[in-house]
């Protein structure tokens, strides 16, 4: 099973910084099947990244994802007030077929 | 407007057995493989289970295997999770998500219901 590792646990960051959250896969992770996904309190997770790098529908682009094997980045170019929020990536179908979460990096306001 | 709507948390001793169901609207249900996840209070996303769009094909993770089965009623747009020998440790919230990619497993989840609460406690 693929283990993915988020660092950095929080991120302190203030209003119009840059944001840069690392997954870290424990084996290569096929064809790029990783997303990222923004979590905030009371709130279901919305699909920002999929593919390592393609933006969901409707995601500004502030948001950039990069990366292939077991190394992949989620960017945030200049954080709005409500980018503030924990975040998590995802590998899915990688055999055997599981889809697995990193234990999510939080992004709070410093 | 895509929709999903889960029901059927509640408390529950442990041992005991418990079924789930998601309600999909906005979309062609029937074309999309389906997921349960699931979060501890205070805790990081699990994924539970997947069933493919035609319920072919099932997955779970290795912590629910064989206690609990995921079930699809394509003619009620309907998603289930049968959870059976519950542990204190299965206590979250539980959602339904949508696979991102028509008529394949492998995908991310684009959509995502509001969740509904297991308890598991004597």
């Known amino acids: 099973e693929i283990v993915l590792t988020q660092s950095p646990g929080t991120l302190s960051l203030s209003p119009g910084e840059r944001a840069t959250l690392s997954c870290r896969a424990s084996?290569?992770?096929?064809?790029?099947?990783l997303a990222w996904y923004q979590q905030k309190p009371g709130q279901a997770p919305r699909l920002l990244i999929y593919?390592?790098?393609s933006r969901a529908t409707g995601i500004p682009d502030r948001f950039s994802g990069s990366g292939s094997g077991t190394d992949f980045t989620l960017t945030i170019s200049r954080l709005e007030p409500e980018d503030f929020a924990v975040y998590y990536c995802?590998?899915?179908?990688?055999?055997?077929?599981?889809?697995?979460f990193g234990q999510g990096t939080k992004v709070e306001i410093k | 407007e895509v929709q999903l709507v889960e029901s059927g948390g509640v408390v529950v001793q442990p041992g005991g057995s418990l079924r789930l169901s998601c309600a999909a609207s906005g979309f062609t249900f029937d074309d999309y493989t389906m997921h349960w996840v699931r979060q501890a209070p205070g805790k990081g996303l699990e994924w539970v289970s997947l069933?493919?769009?035609?319920?072919?094909?099932?997955y779970y993770a290795d912590s629910v295997k064989g206690r609990f089965t995921i079930s699809r009623d394509n003619s009620k747009n309907s998603l289930y999770l049968q959870m059976n020998s519950l542990r204190t440790e299965d206590t979250a919230l539980y959602y339904c998500?949508?696979?991102?990619?028509?008529?394949?497993?492998?995908?991310?989840?684009?959509?995502w219901g509001q969740g509904t609460l297991v308890t598991v406690s004597s």
């Open positions: 995802q590998q899915y179908g990688s055999s055997p077929r599981t889809w697995t």
């Open positions: 998500a949508k696979g991102a990619d028509i008529v394949v497993v492998v995908a991310a989840l684009d959509y």
């Open positions: 069933i493919s769009w035609d319920g072919g094909s099932t």
């Open positions: 593919g390592a790098s």
């Open positions: 084996q290569s992770v096929s064809s790029s099947y």
